[in-house]
């Protein structure tokens, strides 16, 4: 028997995952209500909804969300010494995540309840799948932002799991489908991190196969990366080669980028180790009279405001929750867990690459969340159950392919 309420917590993750995106799905949808768009109503409502379930089971939390209090204490603290009401909405952001998977750790993950999951994740993967590619045939915009690609980047990673795990071929069109998905959008970290998930991904043990995957998308990127449209996107002057894909040539178009970063780095100077405080980054931008909001640099934007202290315990909760997850790996011996557990050691190295020209930790309803549930899944079911578990990675195909 499968549980209910494992399955009702997932039901709000899909719905927050999808929500901001409601006014492209349902034409008559409005974009913001009373004031605040629907990916700031998508944050609060996941936020609320998994705090409620920490607060009600907080004994029964299995991911060591431990690694995360620096984080958290730290950029609360802030907060009390400034106190606007810009600085409380990023403070919460950044705690979106980690208060998710912790809240996705209390449930428990019974085999029943992983084959109904899955059919969750399809249904989810096969609307955010169709949507993208519709968006790409002009027929909506959900596919056309890095936001998007960030999902799927996990859920490539759950897909090349299943593949292989269990050699499924399908899953290697339906990644494929993925991979062509940023390509033709032109999103270039996109493309680079979707690469890197199919070159690093931990269930490919084989160094051959690393090696040869390696080899064909080098070969892919190189005919990617001298297309006329990537030319045009990347370079101001319509052409470059590898040797000018550098961000001290002027001629590469980062989008406005490396200015906001280089005044960033600045103003760094005056507040090196604490930050300028919370949300201080929309101040310097509103400033230099930029109209973004953003850095688009997770990096440089926790620095502006935390300083070296507060991005340092942001990266050790990162550090520290790969290592334990890493280490829980050798433990695991059912495939379920197997297949998850790979793919969420996988995804930290999509966050690196997001981070460092996005917004992926303010991304949370379509990118932390999602991959904080499967650290979450792993936990629960090593700690909860351990003696219910299947104990073979060769069970029958249908039992967990992912769609």
Known sequence: MYDKS???YYKWIFFTALLPYADRFVPIFPDDIWGFNLSGFAWI?????????????????????WVWLPWIVYIS???LQDQTFLGLQSTLQYMVFPVVGMAASTYTYSDETMVRLRRWFGWYTAVVLGSMLLALANFGDFGKGVGSVMTLAVLGAILLSDYWLYNDRRMLFYFSLMVAIPIIALIRMGIAMIFAVAIFHFANRSVTGKVII????CCVGMAVFYSPGFQR??????QGDLASFTLKN??????GRTRMWSLA????KDHPWFGAGSRADLRMLIRYKYKLKELHNDFIAVRYNSGWIGLGCLLFGFVAQFWLLYRLKSSIEDAYTALICYA??????????FMYTDNALKYSPFFGNLHFCLIAIVYSRMKKHPNELTKSVDNDLDSYSLI
Not at 45 to 65: C, D, E, K, N, Q
Not at 214 to 217: L, P, Q, S
Not at 250 to 255: C, I, K, V
Not at 344 to 353: K, V
């Open 265 to 268: 780095e600045r103003d760094m």
């Open 233 to 238: 996107k990347t370079f101001y002057s319509g």
């Open 45 to 65: 409502i996941i936020l609320l909804v998994s705090l409620l379930r920490i607060f009600i089971h907080f004994h029964a939390i299995t991911m060591p969300g």
């Open 250 to 255: 002027d001629d590469l178009n980062t989008s």
């Open 344 to 353: 969420a050691l996988t995804i930290f190295i999509a966050w690196l690459g």
């Open 77 to 79: 603290i802030q907060w």
């Open 6 to 8: 494992t399955i009702g």
């Open 214 to 217: 390696g080899v064909i998308i």
